[in-house]
């Protein structure tokens, strides 16, 4: 009676953890749910590189899993830059072109220079099938303006991930104010219906710090086989309080941190505990005086130099520190006659 027990509770267990990645994995608001970042931001090409954007441009990917068949839109969050969420430098002037991208040349495994990684490479590659300029547009402030529809064999095909990719590239082409904005992936052009299988990811995080003490940023690299360290660099933190690495072996590692206007970077060991799986890049604020309106750049690249992705939705879920016990075995005392 008690094994049947045992394996009724086991198997709900199996199917509760079933629903739950599968909820992860047909979620595609960009920046995810578990990663708590208000916007992604891209400031005009005027801007200053002390306000927290070092290139002024943001390039994300999309994978749509082969066996989907219908069409989708890539929706844009506040496209324009004019509204209560933008960062104003004077008076608003800023233009932002978003660009969607499918076809050969976009899948930046096969074609490095699309990662965007590469100063003065073309970031632009594939064939573009979508474009639009933002300005200060009223109606789309904190309103949503889909790209689409796009059929899911429009994209660059990737064998290993049996997948589909796109590209979207936001770059400010004119002006000096940044720009928040979110994406998201759907099944429909004036609702969030989410892509089961479907996924995000960026090479290079552009993105805004919430303006409170107590919320915790996440972004979260995947550690693929043969990795035995990651260099991490972030930029512009403007000594915001600390960032942590978290995994499954790592209660939390702090990282140095930048100063205004600089990149700080440093080496972090990868243990065999951690391949197949993600990392958490946890950013807290600093306590006391608030540092307001905080834009970060990161980025992350193994011992090759080869630049890691950073997915909206964490594949193998959020890390969480399981931490080692050791357990000595006491020899039982001997009975006495």
């Keep these: 009676m008690k ?37 992604l931001v891209t400031f005009g090409k005027e801007g200053r590189t002390s306000w927290g954007d070092d290139d002024f441009n943001e390039i994300f990917f999309f994978t749509i899993p082969k066996d989907f068949k219908q069409q989708f839109y890539i929706r844009v969050f506040d496209p324009e830059c004019g509204g209560e969420n933008d960062e104003i430098q004077g008076d608003f002037n800023t233009k932002t072109l978003f660009s969607v991208y499918g076809g050969k040349g976009v899948d930046p495994e096969k074609n490095e220079d699309s990662r965007g990684l590469l100063n003065g490479r073309d970031y632009k590659k594939g064939n573009m099938l979508a474009s639009r300029v933002f300005g200060g547009e009223a109606k789309y402030d904190n ?5 689409g529809p796009f059929n899911p064999t429009e994209g660059d095909f990737n064998a290993k991930w049996n997948a589909y990719i796109f590209k979207i590239v936001c770059e400010g082409v004119s002006g000096d104010d940044g720009n928040l904005y979110r994406y998201f992936l759907s099944r429909d052009q004036n609702n969030n ?30 550690i693929d086989t043969g990795i035995v360290f990651v260099k991490q ?27 205004e206007d600089d990149w700080a970077s440093s080496k972090i060991p990868i243990e065999p505990q951690e391949i197949g799986a993600s990392l958490d890049f946890q950013f ?16 992350l690249e193994n011992q090759r130099g080869d630049a890691l992705k950073f997915y909206s939705s964490p ?5 969480v520190y399981q931490p080692r016990t050791n357990i000595t075995k006491i020899a039982p005392k001997k009975q006495g006659n």
């Design 233 to 259: 660099s972030n930029f512009d933190w403007d000594v915001d309080g600390k960032i942590l690495v978290i995994s499954k072996y790592k209660q939390g590692i702090p990282v140095p941190t930048s100063f």
């Design 143 to 147: 309103r949503y303006y889909s790209f």
């Design 193 to 222: 219906l989410a892509i089961e299988g479907a996924n995000a990811f960026t090479y290079e995080y552009t993105f805004r710090m919430w303006n409170d003490f107590k919320s915790v940023a996440h972004i979260y690299p995947y």
């Design 315 to 319: 594949i193998g879920g959020v890390p």
């Design 284 to 299: 807290h604020k600093r306590q006391g005086e608030l540092v307001k309106n905080n834009n970060v750049v990161v980025t």
């Design 3 to 39: 094994l049947k027990k045992s394996i009724i509770i086991s198997s709900v267990l199996f199917i509760l953890l079933g629903l739950q990645i599968t909820s992860r994995l047909s979620a595609q608001p960009v920046p995810g749910k578990d990663e708590n970042i208000p916007f």
